[in-house]
């Protein structure tokens, strides 16, 4: 397991169309993948655990992977925040 904070640079922060497309990116990856938002966690595969966050433009959360191709869905979706979710 790895995890590794990022900050949300959407300018929308992570609405359904950008929880969309983190899920499209996260469901690519066979690990177990979670968002967690300072106490509460949810499985990143899943939009109405990521919409529960309430994740804003600017928010700091984790991600966390568990799995055979951890470090590569980590490194990619950390990359993917990075850009503000736009590639």
Do not use: C, H
């Not at 433009?57 to 503000?84: C, M, S, V, Y």
């Amino acid at each position: 397991m790895v995890a590794r904070e990022v900050t949300i640079l959407s300018k929308t922060g992570l609405e359904s169309k950008m929880a969309a497309r983190l899920i499209q990116k996260a469901s690519g990856y066979e690990s177990n993948i979670w968002i967690q938002k300072q106490e509460r966690k949810a499985n990143a595969k899943s939009l109405l655990g990521l919409l529960s966050l309430g994740i804003s433009p600017g928010d700091k959360i984790t991600i966390i992977t568990d799995g055979r191709d951890e470090e590569t869905a980590l490194n990619d979706l950390e990359a993917f925040a990075n850009t503000g979710m736009t590639d």
